[in-house]
């Protein structure tokens, strides 16, 4: 069963990226389609799910590798944001973070030091925080 799932997967373009971003698409649209008296979002739900399929079992690969760099394109701001707050939260317990009072440049100071004072790399600026 397994070699002929294989097999009829091969050639086709699969999941990617712009496929995931679909699926929760369409999730969230049915869900809003449970609180809402208006069919239109179980509808709106259904088409993004079977142009998602549509994608998965495309033969077409450049032209689905396109519409995902496109995608990527239109978000790479959005989720290099995304990835500075989690880095940011994820160094929350053994550093703070601060920005330079003259170019608002960050710089991370480790926690537990006292009042130190700070020299911005960039700019030289000093100033006093507590860590």
């Not at 294989?6 to 609180?35: E, P």
């Not at 496109?70 to 550093?95: D, N, P, V």
Request: proline content about 3%; hydrophobic content about 35%.
């Amino acid at each position: 069963m397994r070699e002929k799932f294989i097999r009829f997967m091969q050639g086709r373009y699969g999941g990617d990226q712009f496929g995931r971003f679909l699926s929760g698409a369409a999730v969230v649209l049915l869900i809003i389609s449970l609180f809402s008296r208006h069919d239109i979002w179980f509808w709106l739900a259904l088409v993004v799910l079977i142009y998602n399929y549509f994608r998965i079992f495309s033969k077409n690969i450049p032209k689905r590798y396109a519409e995902n760099q496109k995608y990527l394109a239109l978000t790479a701001s959005l989720r290099r944001k995304a990835y500075g707050k989690k880095s940011e939260f994820s160094q929350m317990r053994t550093h703070h973070i601060y920005r330079c009072p003259g170019c608002r440049q960050k710089i991370r100071v480790p926690r537990g030091r006292g009042r130190i004072e700070i020299r911005c790399p960039k700019c030289g600026t000093t100033f006093i925080k507590k860590s």
